[in-house]
């Protein structure tokens, strides 16, 4: 069996927590309670014989343990509606940086319903040669296609 760590940052209320939910359970709510500190689960894929390890966290990861930072994948979420959870990306990539030089970033916009009016973020996904999703945890819209990167490419 293969083990990944993956470990999510991105600003308050982008929708991590959605995520996680709406990957590794198929849920969605509409007022998840606040995450305060690093949350580890676990779920095990039997078809893949992968069981992926994932750390929700709060907003600002300081004074967080080297050994949470360094995970073999990191979902940077951001909100495609608001430009400014898109300017924070970098402050998180560069406190992955501090404990792994070569990361497997994903940067994964959310909230990606109203087609017409979203925030991008090809530029900062191709600097840091990150692999660029925009999903919906409402209404899973992106989902299956990261799902399966994660669970095949992510080695
Ligand atoms: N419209 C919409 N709202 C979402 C989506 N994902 C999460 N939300 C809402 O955004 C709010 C914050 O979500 P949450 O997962 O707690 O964000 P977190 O702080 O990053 O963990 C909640 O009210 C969610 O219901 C989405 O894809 N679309
Ligand atoms: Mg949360």
């Known amino acids: 069996m293969k083990e990944i760590n993956l470990l ?10 959605s995520l996680l939910n709406r990957l590794f359970d198929d849920t969605f709510e509409t ?9 580890t689960k676990s779920k095990y894929f039997v078809k893949y014989d992968k069981k992926i390890n994932y750390i929700d966290t709060p907003a600002n990861l300081i004074n967080v343990k080297k050994k949470i930072l360094n995970a073999d994948v990191y979902f940077l979420v ?11 990306l ?9 404990s792994n030089d070569n990361p497997n970033l994903y940067i994964i916009g959310n909230k ?3 087609m017409d009016d979203i925030v991008k973020a090809h530029d900062i996904a191709n600097k840091y040669d990150a692999k660029y999703f925009t999903i919906s945890s409402k209404t ?16």
């Open 112 to 114: 990606n319903e109203n």
């Open 140 to 155: 899973r819209s992106g989902i299956n296609e990261l799902f399966s990167s994660l669970i095949i490419k992510s080695n």
């Open 78 to 88: 951001y909100d495609v509606t608001n430009q400014k959870t898109i300017d924070n």
């Open 90 to 98: 970098e402050s998180y990539i560069k406190q992955i940086y501090e």
């Open 31 to 39: 007022n998840n309670l606040k995450t305060i500190q690093p949350i």
């Open 8 to 17: 999510l940052m991105g600003d308050s209320a982008v929708g991590k927590t």
